[in-house]
């Protein structure tokens, strides 16, 4: 299976993965979160609508026929905005992805350290795993603490239960997709368990169970507000 991955491109970028997606020829894309622009100088009570009306229109740049998209969500998309055709997944992998979204309020707006919000955290990792108990493949819009979570601060803001769960399995052959962090784009290897964050890019893997081969990895986007932060 061919996979192209794009995460916190924050509105941008969206003509070259258009390109990319066609010309690519990918089997499945995946949006780990933080795809759309903020529309922080609408008021607040327009800020979805911004964002369901400019994903309306630019959703088709990451289409391809005969490919499936999945759109998880990121921190900055906001609160009641979905896309329910982008919440499938490839058929063989049904029961097979777990898909963790966004940051619950309670850890501020961008990072795990304010506040106490594993419980929230582990309690969706913990439904995930109810429906795929041996997961072969993570969708997170943040890394797992510790790789790739990294802050231009030095800091690690990763998802500690996501890392505490692959600790227990030992680290096993699983791909964990994910994006947030800007400063830690890139990709490595955790026993035998590859991370590949994402954010401001794309990556583009050949993967089958047991096998992940990254193929190229480039960032889309620079510069922006958005850059000094995850």
Same mark, same amino acid.
């Given at each position: 299976?061919?996979?192209?991955?794009?995460?916190?491109?924050?509105?941008?970028?969206?003509?070259?993965?258009?390109? =990319?997606? #066609? @010309? %690519? $020829?990918?089997?499945?894309?995946?949006?780990?979160?933080?795809?759309?622009?903020?529309?922080?100088?609408? &008021?607040?009570?327009?800020?979805?609508?911004?964002?369901?009306?400019?994903?309306?229109?630019?959703?088709?740049?990451?289409?391809?026929?005969?490919?499936?998209?999945?759109?998880?969500?990121?921190?900055?998309?906001?609160?009641?905005?979905?896309?329910?055709?982008?919440?499938?997944?490839?058929?063989?992998?049904?029961?097979?992805?777990?898909?963790?979204?966004?940051?619950?309020?309670?850890?501020?707006?961008?990072?795990?350290?304010?506040?106490?919000?594993?419980?929230? =955290?582990? #309690? @969706? %990792? $913990?439904?995930?795993?109810?429906?795929?108990?041996?997961?072969?493949?993570?969708?997170?819009?943040?890394? &797992?603490?510790?790789?790739?979570?990294?802050?231009?601060?030095?800091?690690?803001?990763?998802?500690?239960?996501?890392?505490?769960?692959?600790?227990?399995?030992?680290?096993?052959?699983?791909?964990?997709?994910?994006?947030?962090?800007?400063?830690?784009?890139?990709?490595?290897?955790?026993?035998?368990?590859?991370?590949?964050?994402?954010?401001?890019?794309?990556?583009?893997?050949?993967?089958?169970?047991?096998?992940?081969?990254?193929?190229?990895?480039?960032?889309?986007?620079?510069?922006?507000?958005?850059?000094?932060?995850?």
């Amino acid at each position: 299976m061919r996979i192209l991955v794009f995460s916190d491109l924050h509105g941008n970028g969206f003509t070259e993965a258009e390109r =990319l997606t #066609a @010309e %690519l $020829q990918p089997d499945w894309v995946v949006l780990c979160g933080d795809m759309l622009p903020d529309f922080n100088n609408r &008021p607040e009570d327009k800020r979805l609508d911004a964002q369901q009306a400019f994903w309306h229109e630019h959703r088709g740049c990451f289409l391809r026929e005969g490919a499936v998209t999945t759109f998880i969500l990121g921190n900055h998309e906001q609160s009641g905005f979905m896309d329910a055709d982008m919440v499938r997944l490839p058929g063989p992998l049904d029961g097979r992805v777990v898909r963790l979204e966004g940051i619950p309020g309670d850890a501020g707006p961008f990072s795990f350290a304010k506040g106490s919000p594993d419980s929230v =955290l582990e #309690a @969706e %990792l $913990q439904a995930q795993l109810t429906s795929a108990p041996e997961p072969l493949i993570y969708l997170s819009h943040a890394p &797992p603490y510790g790789s790739r979570d990294k802050t231009h601060r030095g800091t690690n803001i990763g998802h500690r239960p996501l890392f505490r769960h692959l600790q227990v399995r030992d680290w096993p052959q699983a791909l964990v997709l994910c994006g947030h962090v800007h400063q830690s784009f890139g990709c490595e290897e955790a026993g035998s368990t590859t991370i590949l964050n994402a954010a401001t890019g794309y990556a583009l893997l050949d993967w089958e169970e047991g096998c992940t081969h990254l193929l190229e990895m480039h960032r889309l986007v620079e510069g922006g507000n958005f850059w000094d932060s995850p």
